[in-house]
Every structure is written in C-alpha cells, then in structure tokens.
C-alpha cells in the first residue's frame, strides 16, 4: 500500500509497504528494521515471540518519548516481559500489525514525535 507523499522535515519516510518489504526514503527493505528520532538500524528479528530485552534495547537509542512496534502481517499481543521492560523505561508501547505501524510512525513523526519504531518483516517469503 502507498502512503501520502509528507512535505514537513521528517527523516524517515515510509512510502509504501507489502506483506515482506517496506519502501523508507525511497529503499526497499525487506528485513526487520528500527527507525530511532534519529537513525535506522538493522533488526536481527523475524517473528514478535522472539522479543527480549537484549534485542528491544536498541529502540532506546536517541532518547524516544515512545514506541511502536509492528509485529508482522498478524496483529498479537506483547509478553509480558516486553511489556515491563517499555514500563521500566517509562516509555508507552503501540504493539500493532506492521502496516497499522507504518502509519502510526508516519502520523507521529510528521508531527515532530521522538518515535521510536521497530517494524518486522518475516524473511522467507515473497518480496
């Protein structure tokens, strides 16, 4: 699905996605990756059961004032582990499917939102 085209001086852009990439300023991408206020990092993650503390740290980086994490094609719930350790950072959590995610980030970080965003895309199937 295609995205409105954003004119304000956000600097990540998420153009387009589909069940196994996401188009962000103009890149196809096509494994799970974060997008911090300030950088995108490669996301060593296929599925939301693989979630822990180690792997979620990372989306602490540039100091956000919350977090949405786009779970895959299937919207599921956070573990209660991934739910304490975004508590234990005072951090709020948006646990959505991914293209719900896309937008949410999008929306927030056109508003000029610290975001924090960590969106999967399951390997494995057709780009």
Not at 22 to 41: A, D, G, K, Y
Not at 81 to 98: D, I, K, P
Request: proline share 6%; glycine share 8%; with cysteine.
């Amino acid at each position: 699905m295609k995205l409105h085209l954003n004119t304000s001086d956000q600097r990540f852009v998420i153009q387009s996605y589909g069940d196994a990439h996401i188009i962000l300023n103009n890149e196809r991408h096509v494994t799970s990756f974060i997008l911090t206020p300030n950088q995108r990092l490669d996301w060593l993650v296929d599925e939301a059961n693989q979630l822990n503390d180690e792997n979620l740290a990372p989306l602490l980086t540039d100091e956000p004032e919350l977090i949405v994490i786009g779970t895959g094609a299937k919207p599921c719930m956070p573990s209660p582990s991934v739910m304490r350790f975004f508590a234990r950072h005072g951090l709020g959590l948006e646990f959505v499917n991914t293209p719900t995610a896309c937008r949410i980030y999008n929306i927030l970080a056109s508003e000029g939102r610290r975001v924090g965003c960590g969106l999967i895309i399951r390997t494995g199937q057709p780009a």
